[in-house]
């Protein structure tokens, strides 16, 4: 039996923010995330988190302008931990450590 071939240009695009619609989602998100252990990947995340929640309502709670919060949560950002736990607690997030 011959395989059919994927054309990957058929298939609808992935974007994570139609999959954080709950706060139990967007945590099992953020903690899939952590365990990989990427900086990049987690500072994208942050990112998909923000979208999904509103750039602009965050840029608020933050005090971070909306431009800035972009620029800091691409994959490839080295923003400073002040902007990173300034958004976490926008989000109405908190990140934990255990032994």
Not at 50 to 76: N, P, Q
């Amino acid at each position: 039996m011959k395989k059919k071939k994927l054309n990957i240009s058929t298939l609808d695009k992935f974007d994570a923010i139609d999959y954080l619609k709950s706060d139990k989602d967007i945590a099992e998100y953020l903690t899939a995330v952590l365990e990989d252990g990427d900086p990049g990947l987690f500072m994208a995340a942050i990112g998909d988190i923000a979208k999904a929640k509103g750039m602009m309502e965050i840029s608020k709670k933050s005090g971070v302008t909306r431009e800035a919060l972009y620029r800091a949560l691409k994959i490839d950002s080295q923003p400073r931990f002040e902007t990173v736990a300034k958004v976490i607690h926008a989000l109405g997030l908190r990140l934990t450590v255990h032994a």
